[in-house]
């Protein structure tokens, strides 16, 4: 069966410094990958998302960038965070040619201080 | 552009009674549907999805969602609730034709009580 791993779960980070957070996949190949962030009582915003490994699209200009360094493994980073980065990051996927239904992680969440 | 609409916010309701989360979209194609619901601190799991044919459709949990086009709408509902079903449902809508992206409701937020 296929699992989603995120981590950290929490993160305290100053304004001003760097972020990476890291999602894998286990159990499919070649899986869309999707980068979401989640402010309280503003639903889900879709980040980025990526089709293969170094195929990123942006959805939302920002202070963040995401990375594809390997089939099943999607970073989302940030050199200098702000503190309107805090929030609930979700990682999910989905499956190629499928109908498009994802599949979440269990979320990190950032407080920029 | 393809948008949805959670109506309610919040909705508070007593343990065993009935609930409904109503949910509309708007689009200019077919769209495949989809209700998640997310506990707190937690990931978002898949309820159910209506992709075609029937236009009821039963998930976990005891929820079931009827899919009615002329009204756009995808309502969740189940007949009987218990206190552990109070978390944040979403309902989400992918058009046929976007290729990638799930569009989000704002979320509403189910209250059990007993």
């Known amino acids: 069966s296929q699992t989603i791993h995120q981590w950290p779960a929490t993160l305290v980070q100053p304004v001003g410094s760097p972020l990476s957070l890291e999602c894998t996949v286990e159990?499919?190949?070649?899986?869309?990958l999707y980068w979401y962030r989640q402010a309280a009582g503003r639903g889900l915003q879709l980040l980025f998302y990526?089709?293969?490994?170094?195929?990123i699209s942006s959805e939302v200009p920002q202070n963040l960038s995401a990375s594809r360094p390997q089939d099943r493994q999607f970073i989302l980073s940030s050199k200098k965070l702000l503190l309107s980065d805090s929030g609930f990051y979700l990682c999910a996927w989905s499956v190629v040619g499928g109908f498009y239904e994802q599949y979440f992680g269990p979320g990190t969440r950032l407080t920029v201080t | 552009a393809q948008s949805v609409t959670q109506l309610d916010s919040q909705v508070p309701v007593f343990e065993e009674a009935p609930v409904e989360l109503r949910c509309n979209y708007s689009s200019s194609v077919s769209v495949y549907l989809f209700w998640y619901v997310q506990y707190p601190n937690q990931g978002l799991q898949l309820l159910l999805k209506y992709l075609s044919g029937s236009t009821l459709v039963k998930g976990i949990n005891g929820f079931e969602a009827e899919f009615n086009k002329s009204q756009t709408s995808f309502h969740l509902r189940k007949p009987s609730v218990h206190i552990s079903d109070t978390a944040e449902y979403f309902c989400?809508?992918?058009?046929?034709?976007?290729?990638?992206?799930?569009?989000f409701g704002k979320g509403t937020s189910l209250l059990v009580t007993p």
């Open positions: 990526s089709v293969g490994i170094g195929q």
């Open positions: 989400a809508v992918n058009p046929s034709n976007s290729g990638y992206a799930l569009n």
């Open positions: 159990g499919t190949s070649n899986p869309n």
